[in-house]
């Protein structure tokens, strides 16, 4: 797994100019950041976008609410969500996040919210080692370190582009 | 549906962990907070009260999961004609009189009627000095079946089990739990509570960061109690059926994306010690209702 992220990474060096054309919207020849090489600042803020292609609003939108995917609304309640009910109350609103944060914290929460805050309990999103008895999902099961991570980089990006719409209105 | 808040929330843990025990009180629409537990009209329980001494350093009031659970039912189990759980109690009669195994014994061979079960449940789990261990109610019903009955243990999360374990906790109810820590039972108390601390899973979530740190809360549609036992066995309308304390351990675990352990396992044995004494002071409820 991580072998083929390094090789399409060096591919997408060659194809760098390529790369900045927004025209380009397939993940395949982006340069993705592999969970393991992310590099956070001190403050645990994410500087470099994960794949390279920009992300996809109305995609982070459902990534937030959806159960299967990123279930976000199980802990915050976002008021542009409202279409989906039971928003949680164990995380703050996210109605402002918009104005209040930037790309580079949101990746940095997204990835490894306990850089960004200590001993938090929002879980890691692309994060793939150092768990305690792993499982395979909600299977009982024992699984085998790295994990695929709970998010997948482009879903990543998309939730930060759509955290970046958020805003008092 | 609730208001959003207007101001702008804070996103400090300490913060977090204000809000957590504030929002007692804060969703009328779902749960009445304050509401009293009067069984069948006449036993007052006591289903908040100050948190044992050993938590004093993280928790000053503990509640019962009953104070979280919607109007309706917190009412099904006001009366024991509207609690379905009651229905196993009267199974579990049955099974009390009825002899099994090898010696030709039932468990009014040696105990007489189930009054004589008055403040079992209270004490549980609790250190057996002849066997050298922390024994949970299961573990003194398996050991009764199995040593002086010569009749198979029944299996620690059947049903079997939870209706016994109901009848026995009936003869407690409105009794305050009281667990004893101390002594021989330490060692299995500390180990219990690491556990209870330690973030498992790919979730990386503790029984404290959702039950002690976010009791109060919705977590999507669930309202987090203190994940507290003195209700067990529970009726679960979610499944219809009576629910042990060891399967809802192994559920919250799995829940966390982590292998929990197993039922009836040292880990789980010393978490149930550990949980338990945390209700210290609760009325014992058990058979409670729970959604």
């Not at chain 2, 229905?87 to 004589?116: L, R, T, Y």
């Amino acid at each position: 797994m991580r072998h083929f992220t390094r090789t399409l990474a060096v591919l997408a060096l060659t194809a760098s100019p390529i790369l900045t054309s927004p025209v380009l919207t397939g993940p395949a020849w982006a340069e993705e950041v592999a969970p393991a090489d992310v590099v956070f600042d001190e403050y645990g803020a994410v500087a470099k976008s994960l794949t390279g292609v920009p992300g996809d609003p109305a995609k982070g939108a459902e990534v937030m609410a959806s159960k299967k995917i990123g279930n976000c609304v199980a802990c915050h309640a976002v008021a542009q969500l409202s279409d989906t009910p039971f928003h949680g109350e164990v995380g703050p609103e996210l109605s402002w996040t918009g104005e209040a944060r930037s790309e580079a914290e949101l990746r940095g929460i997204l990835v490894n919210s306990k850089k960004t805050f200590e001993g938090t309990v929002m879980p890691a999103y692309y994060k793939t080692t150092g768990f305690i008895r792993p499982g395979e999902g909600f299977t009982k099961k024992p699984a085998q370190e790295p994990l695929p991570p709970l998010l997948s980089a482009q879903q990543i990006e998309d939730t930060i582009a759509f955290l970046m719409t958020l805003k008092d209105q | 549906m609730r208001a959003f808040a207007t101001s702008r929330a804070t996103t400090s843990r300490l913060a977090m962990t204000i809000a957590g025990a504030l929002a007692i009180a804060a969703t009328p629409l779902f749960a009445d907070e304050e509401a009293d537990l009067v069984l069948n009209g006449e036993t007052e329980m006591v289903v908040r009260t100050a948190a044992p001494d050993h938590l004093s350093d993280t928790l000053d009031e503990i509640y019962s999961g009953w104070v979280f659970r919607n109007d309706d039912t917190q009412v099904m189990q006001a009366d024991d004609f509207d609690n379905p759980g009651m229905i196993f109690v009267d199974q579990a009669m049955e099974a009390w009189a009825a002899a099994d195994g090898s010696e030709g014994k039932s468990c009014a061979s040696c105990h007489d009627g189930p009054e004589s079960m008055a403040g079992v449940r209270a004490s549980y789990p609790k250190w057996n000095a002849d066997a050298g261990e922390v024994r949970t109610l299961w573990m003194q019903i398996n050991d009764c079946r199995e040593n002086q009955m010569g009749a198979e243990p029944w299996k620690i999360t059947g049903g079997d089990m939870a209706a016994m374990e109901a009848l026995i906790s009936v003869q407690s109810r409105g009794m305050p739990v009281n667990v004893a820590i101390d002594g021989p039972a330490a060692e299995t108390w500390e180990k219990g509570k690491e556990i209870y601390y330690t973030r498992y899973g790919q979730l990386e979530l503790s029984c404290a960061n959702c039950h002690e740190e976010n009791y109060g809360n919705y977590i999507r549609a669930d309202h987090l109690s203190q994940g507290q036992i003195n209700g067990f066995p529970t009726y679960r309308l979610k499944n219809a059926k009576l629910n042990s304390v060891q399967a809802r351990f192994e559920g919250c675990i799995r829940d966390t994306r982590a292998e929990p352990f197993k039922p009836g396992s040292d880990e789980f044995i010393a978490l149930e010690l550990y949980v338990a004494s945390r209700g210290n002071g609760l009325s014992v409820e058990g058979p409670s209702v729970r959604n």
